[in-house]
């Protein structure tokens, strides 16, 4: 079964844009997971939606924001770009049961000139 | 906030050795995955731990859950050229949702 996949895979923005990245999870699961991962910070979790609703939210500010549809597809949104948002862009699926597995899809990444 | 260490930081090895690393917290998790990442990809599974004591196997991967919750071992053997890459440990103790803390990992490099 296909596994997560995220669009787009590469992107350059210029501070002051916003930028919209999307991921469809493996077929099945209802849970998707955003993690922003950088060289000086690692991998640090954005937020979950599961069943459309957001579940958690990690320490970032409201620039970044997301959401997911009825068929679990889910899309994160990044306002007023700043240099430092350049990363790579994780997005992650699961069952949302108990006992979840995180799996990840290649990643998008932004680079903000 | 939650914390991971991972250790070492990262290390060198001849192929066909052993391999441990280790990952601590000050927090008790109720879950722990290890995953392995090659430049440019995403991070992939490679081992999922649910209970404390727990050892589980993959070909000649193996972790276990720590029994204090607090730390979780991952082992292995033989190396391979293609074991080569960064190894992390994830910790989470929500049993629903997918906010999971992450180490900072391990880079790991195979001498042939």
């Known amino acids: 079964k296909a596994g997560v996949t995220q669009t787009p895979r590469y992107l350059i923005k210029t501070r002051g844009q916003q930028v919209t990245l999307s991921c469809s999870p493996i077929s099945g699961h209802r849970s998707v997971s955003w993690y922003q991962q950088t060289p000086g910070q690692g991998l640090q979790f954005l937020f979950e939606y599961f069943s459309e609703t957001q579940r958690n939210k990690g320490n970032f500010p409201g620039r970044f924001s997301g959401r997911q549809f009825s068929n679990s597809r889910s899309e994160m949104n990044v306002s007023t770009l700043e240099l430092g948002d350049s990363a790579l862009y994780l997005c992650?699926?699961?069952?949302?049961?108990?006992?979840?597995?995180?799996?990840f899809g290649e990643g998008s990444w932004l680079t903000v000139v | 906030g939650q914390q991971l260490n991972q250790s070492p930081q990262s290390m060198f090895i001849q192929e066909g050795e052993d391999v441990s690393m280790n990952c601590t917290s000050s927090s008790i998790f109720n879950t722990w995955l290890w995953y392995k990442q090659d430049p440019g990809e995403g991070p992939v599974l490679l081992i999922a731990?649910?209970?404390?004591?727990e050892l589980t196997s993959n070909g000649r991967l193996t972790a276990q859950f720590g029994t204090t919750r607090k730390d979780s071992f991952l082992n292995i053997s033989a190396s391979i050229p293609s074991d080569v890459g960064i190894y992390f440990c994830?910790?989470?103790?929500?049993?629903?949702?997918?906010?999971?803390?992450f180490g900072p990992g391990t880079r790991l490099s195979v001498l042939p």
């Open positions: 994830a910790g989470q103790n929500d049993n629903y949702g997918q906010n999971f803390v």
């Open positions: 992650a699926s699961s069952s949302g049961s108990t006992g979840n597995t995180i799996y």
């Open positions: 731990l649910y209970k404390a004591g």
